[in-house]
């Protein structure tokens, strides 16, 4: 079974604070996605990386994949009250067209 | 430039019944993915559909079916519903995954209860 384990599942902080979400797995992806979920709402892609070992930067968000392609990590620096919402990592399986999604971290930040 | 449109965005059944859910694709797009998502949970993968054939499938039973039309648009349709199919369903495009870097574009979802 291919899983994708987010951690932490939950996350409250204050508004300024860092904070790092992570994505493991034991399979190998082609590429890896972040999304974030508002209520009611589908995902809505935020970055992709491909290259294991890759970083990417957005304003105040950090992405890294893993050099071995299984695993990814998202870092706020910052956070504000808009960044509240579901962080969803997904990766698509080598060799497949499947997409297997994260469990989910929801994040909320306090003003 | 429409993203991913799908309909309706709220239904209410009964067990035994049976459901059609809509996605048009994002345009340019070709390749149309369904997911089921409950309450608390990420995405779980249905199946994906490109030229008009289910190329991909998750874990789920054969009451989930789908089929895409030559403009690309989709329908997933989910027989004998049982109280556990009450999700969120979600159809995403995207362009020919295995030959890019695979981004999905996601419509707002489909809000299905199974009463």
């Known amino acids: 079974t291919q899983l994708l384990e987010q951690s932490p599942q939950f996350l409250s902080i204050q508004e300024g604070e860092n904070l790092t979400v992570y994505c493991n797995s034991s399979?190998?992806?082609?590429?890896l996605q972040w999304y974030r979920q508002e209520p009611g709402e589908g995902p809505v892609l935020l970055v992709t990386?491909?290259?294991?070992?890759e970083v990417k930067k957005l304003k105040r968000l950090t992405f890294q994949f893993g050099d071995a392609r299984k695993d990814s990590s998202l870092h706020i620096t910052a956070a504000q009250t808009g960044d509240t919402g579901l962080y969803l990592c997904?990766?698509?399986?080598?060799?497949?067209?499947?997409?297997?999604f994260g469990t989910g971290t929801r994040l909320k930040v306090l003003a | 430039d429409a993203g991913v449109t799908q309909s309706p965005t709220h239904l209410i059944k009964t067990r035994g019944q049976q459901v059609t859910l809509r996605c048009s694709p994002k345009?340019?797009?070709?390749?149309v993915s369904w997911y089921q998502q409950a309450l608390g949970q990420g995405p779980q993968f249905i199946f994906q559909?490109?030229?008009?054939?289910?190329?991909q499938r998750g874990n789920f039973p054969d009451r989930f079916s789908g089929h895409q039309f030559p403009n690309y648009s989709s329908e997933l349709n989910v027989n004998a519903l049982l109280l556990g199919d009450s999700a969120l369903y979600l159809c995403?495009?995207?362009?020919?995954?295995?030959?890019?870097?695979?981004?999905?574009?996601f419509g707002e979802g489909s809000r299905l209860t199974v009463l």
């Open positions: 995403a495009s995207s362009f020919d995954s295995l030959s890019s870097t695979g981004e999905l574009f």
């Open positions: 399979s190998v992806f082609s590429s």
């Open positions: 990386v491909v290259t294991g070992g």
């Open positions: 997904a990766g698509l399986l080598s060799g497949t067209y499947k997409y297997i």
């Open positions: 345009s340019g797009h070709d390749t």
């Open positions: 559909y490109y030229e008009e054939e289910e190329r």
